[in-house]
């Protein structure tokens, strides 16, 4: 229809990925192929291959079912404490993902890192900067767990998504849920999308309570199983994070906003101001669509659609 804008888009299907996660190359438990197998196992196509400040595309492990992410994490961390207790240490853990791991490939093989200068937020965008003028794109993750606050990432201005849920650090102290940090970062300012993902390292049977796989993850709507199209599609904002509703249709249309989801209990649409647009089921019934009234004061809209089991899932930020 003419006057339907697709904020999800309606061609292409959806690809489920993980895209934190981590092997045997740093300090992960499985190897990249163990990893591939249990991930496709479960429904994933897609797994971003994020080893701690060591770069790897994992080209062997393509194939028309599965697309490893070339990728890594870096960090910049700031002082220990006096107390020597790094627990304590603030730090910026960033996913940098590989748009095309064709070019610069002697020069991604050296891994490159940034300094610790944690303090120097210019440094950091610069060096962010760089790293994309090479192809790589940014994700901030876990807030919570890198002990910062908004006045340590507002001023992040090169990065295009952060994690708006961790499963390994729900698992840590139940503190992988950030949706007050997206929120922050977008009253800041800041047009930048939000993921889920895992940063499994896998320590234990994923049958484990305290498995850290299969837990958050984003769902990307492609136009094909392909490298090039997973890297459109998310650097477009063709995706949706969730621990495990379905976001299906997100349009807006006449002046109203459309939710098509798996069965959940509640849909609310976050503003930039306090107010939200909801929908709550009735007692022992579920919601599967709502439709919102936009009234033009609501700088952006984000959809969080929560189930029964207390799970979310968060669509990114539109700007209408």
Not at 40 to 51: L, P, Q
Not at 225 to 240: C, H, N, R, S
Not at 283 to 305: I, M, N, Q, S
Request: aromatic fraction near 12%; charge should be negative.
């Amino acid at each position: 229809m003419e006057d339907r804008i697709w904020l999800l888009p309606c061609e292409g299907r959806f690809y489920k990925a993980n895209l934190h996660c981590h092997t045997v190359l740093s300090d992960g438990k499985r190897t990249p192929e163990e990893i591939k197998g249990m991930y496709k196992r479960h429904g994933y196509s897609v797994v971003a291959y994020t080893d701690h400040r060591r770069y790897r595309w994992h080209e062997n492990l393509m194939d028309d079912t599965f697309i490893p992410i070339a990728a890594y994490e870096v960090n910049i961390d700031g002082e220990t404490p006096a107390s020597g207790d790094i627990s304590r240490r603030k730090t910026y853990h960033i996913n940098l993902y590989d748009e095309n791991p064709r070019l610069f490939q002697e020069e991604k093989q050296a891994s490159i890192l940034p300094e610790h200068r944690y303090t120097d937020i210019g440094y950091i965008n610069e060096y962010l900067k760089k790293m994309r003028s090479m192809g790589f794109f940014a994700c901030y993750n876990h807030p919570y767990w890198s002990m910062q606050t908004i006045e340590d990432y507002k001023g992040l201005d090169q990065v295009w998504a952060m994690e708006i849920y961790n499963h390994g650090c729900e698992l840590d102290g139940m503190y992988g849920y950030n949706p007050q940090s997206y929120d922050e970062m977008l009253r800041a300012g800041k047009r930048l999308f939000c993921v889920a993902a895992d940063d499994n390292h896998n320590p234990v049977p994923t049958d484990d309570p305290f498995s850290d796989s299969f837990g958050g993850f984003t769902m990307i709507k492609a136009r094909e199983l392909t490298y090039p199209a997973v890297i459109e599609a998310l650097l477009k904002g063709d995706f949706y994070a969730s621990m495990g509703p379905e976001i299906k249709e997100l349009f807006v249309e006449r002046g109203r906003l459309v939710v098509r989801t798996s069965p959940v209990e509640k849909i609310f649409v976050a503003t930039e101001s306090r107010y939200c647009h909801r929908a709550i089921a009735g007692p022992g019934e579920v919601l599967t669509e709502a439709v919102f009234e936009l009234t033009g004061k609501e700088g952006y809209v984000r959809v969080d659609a929560r189930d029964r089991r207390g799970l979310h899932a968060n669509s990114n930020a539109y700007f209408l």
